[in-house]
């Protein structure tokens, strides 16, 4: 008699949330009734296909895969007062100089209003993306980490965030995709 073992198909994790903390993206999803905490540590940052693509090392716990990508899927905008233009980045207009009202702010009666949703004192406060797919096994996960949505909060508590923050809403409005040199350098500590 010939018996069949029925496979069991892995359960799937679908998102993960994370926060920005200093360079990196740090979270926990539970898995089993057991919590696993995750580090995304992006080393590179480019613009591929007009979309923003962070690559590095995924790591829960002692465990970890180098070169993940972490393709931009969507954004949400962020509430509040927008980061500052980093001191250390030149201003490329007069405009631009932290301090000064663009003109921009100065509404004419027949023009909507700007928000801080909107041109230039918008930003990032959330990034979605779609990881690269990750072997739940050899991270010591018991689940399909095959399509992973990283949800990547943006509310930065130093310096070095807020750059980060500053640079990648430019990046995700259109604004430059010569910042790219200075994610990058920010990255590489």
Do not use: C
């Not at 919590?35 to 970890?64: D, I």
């Amino acid at each position: 008699m010939l018996t069949q073992k029925k496979r069991v198909a892995a359960r799937k994790l679908y998102s993960a949330p994370g926060l920005l903390r200093g360079r990196e993206f740090v979270g926990e999803f539970e898995a089993q009734g057991r919590a696993y905490q995750f580090t995304y540590a992006p080393a590179a940052a480019a613009v591929s296909g007009g979309r923003l693509e962070l690559t590095g090392r995924f790591a829960v716990g002692r465990r970890a895969v180098e070169n993940v990508k972490a393709t931009l899927a969507a954004t949400q905008g962020g509430l509040g007062v927008a980061p500052a233009r980093p001191r250390s980045f030149p201003a490329r207009t007069p405009s631009d100089q932290v301090g000064v009202t663009p003109e921009a702010d100065r509404v004419a009666p027949d023009v909507l209003p700007l928000t801080e949703a909107t041109a230039e004192r918008g930003f990032v406060g959330v990034l979605y993306f779609r990881l690269s797919p990750l072997d739940g096994r050899a991270l010591g996960v018991p689940l399909d980490l095959g399509g992973v949505q990283l949800n990547a909060r943006l509310a930065p508590t130093s310096d070095l965030e807020r750059e980060l923050q500053w640079f990648y809403s430019e990046i995700v409005a259109g604004r430059g995709d010569d910042y790219l040199a200075e994610i990058n350098r920010l990255l590489k500590g």
